[in-house]
């Protein structure tokens, strides 16, 4: 009795340390997904140069716009100023 058993717990001791190490290897990182890693930096970097030179590209639109939204609001405005004065003029008459 003694003889098995304690080869039966060598046995089964073996089989728990394989699983074990299987699973430590497979937790590590794989050499190439470091390589991947990289790129993968890479490819975001670009990524954000280009998010940020559109970004910049339509602010850069915007601020010319908008000058030019704001003359025609104010010409808007003094337009509608000048037609209610020439109708306060009609009616008065």
């Avoid at 993968?40 to 601020?63: P, R, Y």
């Amino acid at each position: 009795m003694g003889w098995d058993d304690w080869f039966k717990k060598k046995i089964c001791l073996k089989g728990a340390k394989a699983a074990r190490t299987k699973q430590v290897e497979a937790r590590k990182p794989l050499p190439h997904s470091k390589g991947i890693s990289k790129i993968q930096g890479v490819v975001d970097s670009l990524a954000i140069k280009n998010l940020t030179s559109s970004a910049l590209g339509h602010i850069h639109f915007w601020s010319k716009i908008q000058p030019e939204i704001r003359s025609r609001w104010i010409s808007m405005v003094t337009e509608g100023r000048v037609k209610k004065k020439k109708l306060e003029n009609q009616l008065k008459t």
